[in-house]
Each structure stands twice: as structure tokens, then as C-alpha cells.
């Protein structure tokens, strides 16, 4: 892992870091620290009866795997950077045999699935409510890793499984309920690679088991109006996808349910992944429904897994074109891998939002949405991922049937480039390192406030877009000798980490100066934590998904 910021100079690589960043990183509490329990916490109060004691065995079974698979993660990224990248796999059994999944009915359309924070209950109804055919209420990236939320979260989430959450309506003076529908509600917990603390005494236990537990304990079968589905988040290894095929199978036999009773999709977010996604299929086969490409945390993992190579300083985010060849090349070979063995392909997420205050800013956002999902259903992806109602019937009229299932790539071939270089896209300028810098103090500052995602200059941005413009801001120093990136008079810009730093007083000056940070103290001080932390965790090398 990076431990300081490098940048190139004369051919050498130069370790610094300026002293306003030595004492951002000094006065953060370190950074994103491990979801705990309150202090206060009584497990006999505080979670569902008997839950422990379901619980304990779980744990000791699962945590120490999941243990091992996270340091993997560690290391795979490590060899990564020092030269020994994701490759395919010469083919194992998993592919060479004649193996084909029988996509239950229940799950035959999902050509939008809604995504959101779990922890928002308004939210959770409204995307139920909106007709898409598939719903994703999140634990994960969109809400933020602390326990308040989390538990509310988890309780929002059985209440819609049971069809019975509800929110009041401010506006129309009325409360709002769950509409009965054939909609299929997924829940994502956090990945592998995260902990959590404060459940079991001088214990961390596995986050993602932590997650899964408390949503099947609490469910009742005959009493569910949705079938229970986990979105499988951050994988990196075909290897994992045991993990959670023995988990859901531990759940299954000891309530005397089917082994296949819980049934899920799995996010291909990872660069690794993208190379065993057959192999990872392969392993839950009794439970997989699809793989989605989650292209943002996606595009975060090809940058960090190449942070050593200069030829991979990406073009200003919002420059990159939609069909850029490295999202192009695995939009592609995915649905030739799920088609195969009959499971879904569903595309990512269109990050710019729209408004119904703004209706020019409507207006680019819905002709961006429907040019994306006609992109994705034309690589013959099944369906995709959008985040607000209004772009249920837009995204869904760009798929022309319930699912693509039967239809096979032109370009069929099974090993393409999934590391293209970036060139010829977009655009490296100090104005897009300005706004990267900008965003991240706004995005810390939104989950400072207790939001896992916040709408930023039109986009939707969560940890994956955060995690995304930390990495560039860092790409662009540690090869500042090597990549020309422009002012706005075409003269190059050096973005050592004195510069990256002056950018970040700028912007924090510019946002103490604008509402709310002008009119609140404590949101002044926020503002400044949030620059604090997001600096530091650059200098740092915080780049993981947590």
C-alpha cells in the first residue's frame, strides 16, 4: 500500500508531503475508522433476542475466512503495483464445462434496478413505488459505515421485505406506504473487506456476515412479499463467491429452508474480478441470478491497481466518454459470460442527476440517461442501474425485452484487453484536479453530516465517485513529471503535493464563503474537518472502499 505521496521528477521518483498535509494527516482521526457499537452498547438490549446466540457460531466459522480473504485483496494489490498485473486465467473446469443456471421467473426482468441508502426510509418507499423492476437498498457505498445508520438501515430494509415501511409526507400532509408489486428487492451489505467492531468483546467480526445476519434473522419467510436476494459488493476473487455460497447455505440449513433458498447478484467492481467473473458464477451457481458491472467503484479499481503506471493518469472524470474502451471492452464480455450460462448482465449506474427544479439541467440529464442505457442495451446487457424515479421509464423503454438472454455479442471473443490505455479521451486539466479536490471536501463534509451520498454540481455522488477523484489527484502527482495537465491558458501545470495542497486551501476558503459554511459555525468547522480528513487520506494512500 502507498504510505506517502511519490511524484516524478528528473526520472526520479520524489517522496514528499507538505507540511499543511503532514498536519491534516496528524489531526485526523484516522481517517475512516472501524463501524463500532457505541460504548453503551448491550447486545441483549440493542439487538434482536436470541440473536447472539445465532450469532457466535456464525462468526467463528466465518470471520477468520473472511480474514484471509481481505489480506488476498491486500496482497493481489500489491503485486499489482509492483508489476505483476490482473491477467485471464488459463481456462479452469469452470468454464470449460457445459454448466447453465435456470433463472427463476421472479427475476426474468430487471431492466432497471433503483439503487439507494438503506437509512432513508423516504427514499427506500419511493423507489419501491416507482415501478422498476428491480430495487437496491444499500448498506454499502451510499450509506454511511456507522452504527446509527447502519441499524437504521437494517430495520428499513425488514420493513420493506414485509411490504410495511412507510414515511410521512410533509408536503401533502399524509403517510406513504409500499405499494404491492412484482418488484425484487435486493439488499447490499458491505464487502469483505471491512469490520466490524463492538459486537462481540475484543472482537472484530466480518462486516458482510455482520450484515447478512441481522437481515435473515429477522426475516420470516411465509411472511416476505419479495424473495430474499443479496447484492454481493466489492469481490475481487473467484474464490470469494465460496465464501458466500457456504454462507448462504449455513443460513439456509439452519432454518430447514431450500440450500438454494437465498438467492443473489454480485457486483463486478473490482479490476481483479473482471478476469474470473465465469469462475465466480460458477461458484454460486445455485444462488446467482446476474453480475452487474458497478462501473464507478470499477473505475476506481483500474486506477488504483495501476497507480504505478503513468500511462494511466486518467482524463478529468467528467471528460471520460461513457464508451471509453475500458468500460466498452468488459460491457461487452460480460453479457457474452452471463448469456452462456443463462444469468442477467445489468450496466451501472448515470451519475448525473435530474432535477425538477432545473429544467435544463432535466433535461441534459435525461438525454445523457437514455443515451448510456441505449449504449448498454445495445452491448446486449440485460438492464441497468439508475438512482431516482424519474428515470424508471426512461432507462426501461432503452431495453427492448424483458431480458436479452438468448442474444450473443458479435464481437464474441473471450480474452479481450480489459486494460486499454486511456488515450485519446478527454481532457487533464487544473480545472478538473480543482474539482476533483472540491468534491472530496464536499462529499467527507456530506458524510460528516450523515450522508453516503450527496448531489454534487448535478451528479450523484457517493464513496465510489469520492474514491475515484481521491485516486486521480493522486495519479496526477505521483507522476507529475510525466503527464501534462493544462491550465486554462494550454501552459502545463507540475501538481506536486505543495500545489495539490494550496488547491485545497482555495477550495475550502471558496466553501467557507457559501452557504451553509457562511452562516454556521458548525458547518464551517465540518468544512474543515472534511478538508482535513480528505487530504489526509490521500497523503496516506487511503484509497480502499471503506
Given at each position: 500500500?502507498?504510505?506517502?505521496?511519490?511524484y516524478?521528477?528528473?526520472?526520479?521518483?520524489?517522496?514528499?508531503m507538505?507540511?499543511?498535509?503532514?498536519?491534516?494527516?496528524?489531526?485526523?482521526?484516522?481517517?475512516?475508522?472501524?463501524?463500532?457499537?457505541?460504548?453503551?452498547?448491550?447486545?441483549?438490549?440493542?439487538?434482536?433476542?436470541?440473536f447472539?446466540?445465532?450469532y457466535?457460531p456464525?462468526?467463528?466459522?466465518?470471520?477468520?475466512?473472511?480474514?484471509?480473504?481481505?489480506?488476498?485483496?491486500?496482497?493481489a494489490l500489491?503485486?499489482s503495483?509492483?508489476g505483476?498485473k490482473?491477467?485471464?486465467?488459463?481456462?479452469s473446469?469452470?468454464?470449460?464445462?457445459g454448466?447453465?443456471?435456470?433463472?427463476?421467473?421472479w427475476?426474468?426482468?430487471?431492466?432497471?434496478?433503483?439503487?439507494?441508502p438503506?437509512?432513508?426510509?423516504?427514499?427506500?418507499?419511493?423507489?419501491?413505488?416507482?415501478?422498476?423492476p428491480?430495487?437496491?437498498?444499500?448498506?454499502?457505498?451510499?450509506?454511511?459505515?456507522?452504527?446509527?445508520?447502519?441499524?437504521t438501515?437494517?430495520?428499513?430494509?425488514l420493513?420493506?421485505?414485509?411490504?410495511?415501511?412507510?414515511?410521512?409526507?410533509?408536503?401533502?400532509?399524509?403517510?406513504?406506504?409500499?405499494?404491492?408489486?412484482?418488484?425484487?428487492?435486493?439488499?447490499?451489505?458491505?464487502?469483505?473487506?471491512?469490520?466490524?467492531?463492538?459486537?462481540?468483546?475484543?472482537?472484530?467480526?466480518?462486516?458482510?456476515l455482520?450484515?447478512?445476519?441481522?437481515?435473515?434473522?429477522?426475516?420470516?419467510?411465509?411472511?416476505?412479499?419479495?424473495?430474499?436476494?443479496?447484492?454481493?459488493?466489492?469481490?475481487?476473487?473467484?474464490?470469494?463467491?465460496?465464501?458466500?455460497?457456504?454462507?448462504f447455505?449455513?443460513?439456509?440449513?439452519?432454518?430447514?429452508?431450500?440450500?438454494?433458498?437465498?438467492?443473489?447478484m454480485?457486483?463486478?467492481?473490482?479490476?481483479?474480478l473482471?478476469?474470473?467473473?465465469?469462475?465466480?458464477?460458477?461458484h454460486?451457481?445455485?444462488?446467482?441470478?446476474?453480475l452487474?458491472?458497478?462501473?464507478?467503484?470499477?473505475?476506481?479499481s483500474?486506477?488504483?491497481?495501476?497507480?504505478?503506471?503513468?500511462?494511466?493518469?486518467?482524463?478529468?472524470?467528467?471528460?471520460?466518454?461513457?464508451?471509453?474502451?475500458?468500460?466498452?471492452?468488459?460491457?461487452e464480455?460480460?453479457?457474452e459470460i452471463c448469456h452462456?450460462?443463462?444469468?442477467?448482465a445489468?450496466?451501472?449506474?448515470?451519475a448525473l442527476?435530474?432535477?425538477?427544479?432545473?429544467?435544463?439541467?432535466?433535461?441534459?440529464?435525461?438525454?445523457?440517461?437514455?443515451?448510456d442505457?441505449?449504449?448498454?442495451?445495445?452491448?446486449?446487457?440485460?438492464?441497468?442501474?439508475?438512482g431516482?424515479?424519474?428515470?424508471?421509464?426512461?432507462?426501461?423503454?432503452?431495453?427492448p425485452?424483458?431480458?436479452?438472454?438468448?442474444?450473443?455479442?458479435?464481437?464474441?471473443?473471450?480474452?479481450?484487453d480489459?486494460?486499454?490505455?486511456?488515450?485519446?479521451?478527454?481532457?487533464?486539466?487544473?480545472?478538473g484536479?480543482?474539482?476533483?479536490?472540491?468534491?472530496?471536501?464536499r462529499?467527507?463534509?456530506?458524510?460528516?453530516?450523515?450522508?453516503?451520498?450527496?448531489?454534487?454540481?448535478?451528479?450523484?455522488?457517493?464513496?465510489?465517485?469520492?474514491?475515484?477523484?481521491?485516486?486521480?489527484?493522486?495519479?496526477?502527482?505521483?507522476?507529475?513529471?510525466?503527464?501534462?495537465?493544462?491550465?486554462?491558458?494550454?501552459?502545463?501545470?507540475?501538481?506536486?503535493?505543495?500545489?495539490?495542497?494550496?488547491?485545497?486551501?482555495?477550495?475550502?476558503?471558496?466553501?467557507?464563503?457559501?452557504a451553509?459554511?457562511k452562516?454556521?459555525?458548525?458547518?464551517?468547522?465540518?468544512?474543515?474537518?472534511?478538508?482535513?480528513?480528505?487530504?489526509?487520506?490521500?497523503?496516506?494512500?487511503?484509497?480502499?472502499?471503506?
Amino acid at each position: 500500500m502507498l504510505n506517502t505521496l511519490k511524484y516524478q521528477e528528473n526520472n526520479k521518483e520524489i517522496v514528499v508531503m507538505s507540511p499543511t498535509a503532514i498536519a491534516n494527516a496528524e489531526s485526523s482521526t484516522l481517517l475512516n475508522p472501524i463501524n463500532s457499537a457505541p460504548a453503551e452498547f448491550d447486545p441483549s438490549r440493542d439487538l434482536p433476542s436470541g440473536f447472539m446466540d445465532f450469532y457466535l457460531p456464525l462468526h467463528r466459522e466465518f470471520t477468520p475466512r473472511q480474514q484471509e480473504l481481505a489480506m488476498r485483496q491486500c496482497e493481489a494489490l500489491e503485486a499489482s503495483l509492483e508489476g505483476q498485473k490482473p491477467q485471464h486465467r488459463f481456462p479452469s473446469d469452470a468454464v470449460r464445462n457445459g454448466w447453465k443456471i435456470t433463472l427463476p421467473e421472479w427475476c426474468q426482468d430487471q431492466r432497471n434496478q433503483m439503487t439507494g441508502p438503506a437509512d432513508d426510509a423516504e427514499l427506500c418507499v419511493k423507489m419501491l413505488n416507482s415501478g422498476a423492476p428491480g430495487v437496491m437498498l444499500d448498506l454499502e457505498d451510499s450509506c454511511v459505515n456507522e452504527w446509527t445508520h447502519h441499524a437504521t438501515g437494517v430495520a428499513n430494509i425488514l420493513e420493506c421485505l414485509r411490504g410495511r415501511l412507510s414515511y410521512f409526507d410533509r408536503k401533502r400532509q399524509r403517510t406513504v406506504t409500499i405499494h404491492p408489486s412484482s418488484t425484487v428487492i435486493f439488499t447490499r451489505p458491505r464487502g469483505l473487506h471491512l469490520n466490524q467492531a463492538g459486537v462481540i468483546a475484543g472482537e472484530l467480526t466480518s462486516a458482510s456476515l455482520f450484515d447478512v445476519a441481522r437481515i435473515f434473522y429477522g426475516i420470516e419467510p411465509a411472511e416476505l412479499k419479495h424473495p430474499l436476494c443479496i447484492y454481493i459488493p466489492k469481490s475481487e476473487a473467484a474464490d470469494e463467491a465460496l465464501w458466500w455460497r457456504d454462507l448462504f447455505q449455513t443460513l439456509a440449513r439452519g432454518r430447514g429452508l431450500p440450500h438454494d433458498y437465498i438467492k443473489c447478484m454480485a457486483l463486478v467492481e473490482s479490476h481483479p474480478l473482471a478476469f474470473q467473473m465465469e469462475e465466480f458464477a460458477y461458484h454460486l451457481r445455485d444462488h446467482i441470478v446476474g453480475l452487474d458491472l458497478g462501473r464507478w467503484d470499477y473505475m476506481a479499481s483500474l486506477i488504483h491497481f495501476n497507480l504505478d503506471d503513468p500511462e494511466w493518469v486518467l482524463p478529468d472524470r467528467n471528460t471520460i466518454p461513457h464508451n471509453v474502451a475500458f468500460f466498452q471492452n468488459l460491457r461487452e464480455l460480460m453479457p457474452e459470460i452471463c448469456h452462456r450460462r443463462g444469468i442477467l448482465a445489468i450496466g451501472g449506474m448515470t451519475a448525473l442527476y435530474p432535477s425538477r427544479e432545473d429544467s435544463e439541467l432535466n433535461a441534459r440529464a435525461l438525454a445523457v440517461l437514455e443515451k448510456d442505457k441505449k449504449n448498454e442495451a445495445d452491448c446486449l446487457m440485460d438492464g441497468a442501474w439508475t438512482g431516482h424515479p424519474d428515470q424508471n421509464a426512461i432507462a426501461v423503454a432503452q431495453f427492448p425485452y424483458p431480458n436479452q438472454l438468448q442474444k450473443r455479442p458479435k464481437n464474441n471473443g473471450r480474452y479481450p484487453d480489459l486494460r486499454p490505455l486511456p488515450t485519446g479521451v478527454g481532457a487533464r486539466t487544473v480545472n478538473g484536479t480543482r474539482a476533483a479536490v472540491r468534491t472530496v471536501i464536499r462529499y467527507r463534509h456530506g458524510v460528516l453530516s450523515g450522508r453516503g451520498a450527496s448531489l454534487l454540481d448535478g451528479y450523484m455522488e457517493d464513496l465510489a465517485t469520492d474514491r475515484i477523484y481521491r485516486l486521480m489527484i493522486a495519479q496526477r502527482m505521483r507522476h507529475s513529471s510525466l503527464t501534462r495537465i493544462e491550465d486554462e491558458n494550454g501552459q502545463p501545470v507540475k501538481h506536486t503535493p505543495e500545489f495539490i495542497s494550496r488547491l485545497f486551501d482555495e477550495e475550502l476558503e471558496r466553501l467557507l464563503g457559501e452557504a451553509p459554511a457562511k452562516n454556521s459555525p458548525e458547518e464551517a468547522d465540518r468544512f474543515r474537518r472534511a478538508r482535513a480528513i480528505s487530504e489526509a487520506m490521500i497523503v496516506t494512500g487511503e484509497f480502499n472502499p471503506s
